[in-house]
């Protein structure tokens, strides 16, 4: 029996997934969650073997949620959820450790081979993913600008364009509001953007962001 902790913050995402995972004989769902602080908590908790977690979400990304999951040693195999297209895949998020990725528009039957693949310990790349990273090594490009950015600097750009102030932000990953200007100018100046609307529309362009209206 596969048991399986589903993380998005889009509800109608996690009743899409629930619904064609929770039909299967060998999955069972063991818990959800709306955020990646309470994803870990449950993580913690049911330790399931498998979690699918959506990259961004209010708070803590799936990024770091991940991050932290490696780090504690714990068994659940992570599957990052992207909404990458035709747009360069961001290599960052492969080094966060989970061992497979998805994008939203994947079939009922690439979710089910994912998490069984996953859930033995195999890593599994979305078609769509597979190719833009195939793309970026054959072109000699690094792929995508976010590749630039440490996990942490990723983790403030992604809080920036949900809208929060330096001081939440500092609060949220322990860091002081000067400390978290800084790695916000040095990202900026690592993306060459000058604003955060700039910022959410490379995000958007690479996978990173739902759409341009999660500004603010």
């Given at each position: 029996m596969i048991n399986i902790v589903l993380v998005d913050d889009h509800e109608l995402v996690r009743t899409g997934f629930r619904m064609i995972l929770q039909q299967q004989p060998d999955v069972r769902i063991k818990g959800e969650a709306g955020t990646a602080e309470e994803?870990?908590?449950?993580?913690?908790?049911?330790?399931?073997?498998?979690?699918?977690?959506?990259?961004?979400?209010?708070?803590?990304?799936?990024?770091?949620l991940t991050e932290r999951v490696i780090r504690a040693k714990l068994n659940t195999h992570i599957i990052i959820i992207t909404v990458v297209d035709d747009a360069r895949f961001p290599k960052r998020l492969l080094d966060a450790g989970a061992l497979g990725y998805l994008t939203k528009g994947c079939s009922a039957d690439e979710l089910l081979v994912a998490v069984r693949q996953v859930a033995s310990g195999r890593?599994?790349?979305?078609?769509?993913?597979?190719?833009?990273?195939?793309?970026?090594?054959?072109?000699?490009?690094?792929?995508?600008?976010?590749?630039?950015?440490?996990?942490?600097e990723l983790e403030v750009a992604m809080m920036l364009v949900r809208g929060k102030p330096l001081t939440v932000i500092g609060d949220q990953l322990s860091l002081s509001p000067k400390t978290v200007s800084t790695y916000k100018q040095?990202?900026?100046?690592?993306?060459?953007?000058?604003?955060?609307?700039?910022?959410?529309?490379?995000?958007?362009v690479h996978g990173l962001l739902d759409a341009p209206n999660q500004v603010g």
């Open positions: 994803g870990l908590r449950l993580i913690r908790t049911l330790a399931p073997d498998v979690a699918l977690v959506d990259v961004h979400m209010p708070g803590m990304s799936g990024i770091e890593r599994y790349l979305a078609p769509a993913v597979a190719q833009q990273l195939a793309l970026a090594t054959l072109d000699g490009n690094s792929g995508s600008p976010f590749d630039a950015l440490s996990s942490r040095r990202l900026m100046e690592k993306l060459q953007v000058e604003h955060v609307i700039g910022l959410a529309h490379l995000m958007t």
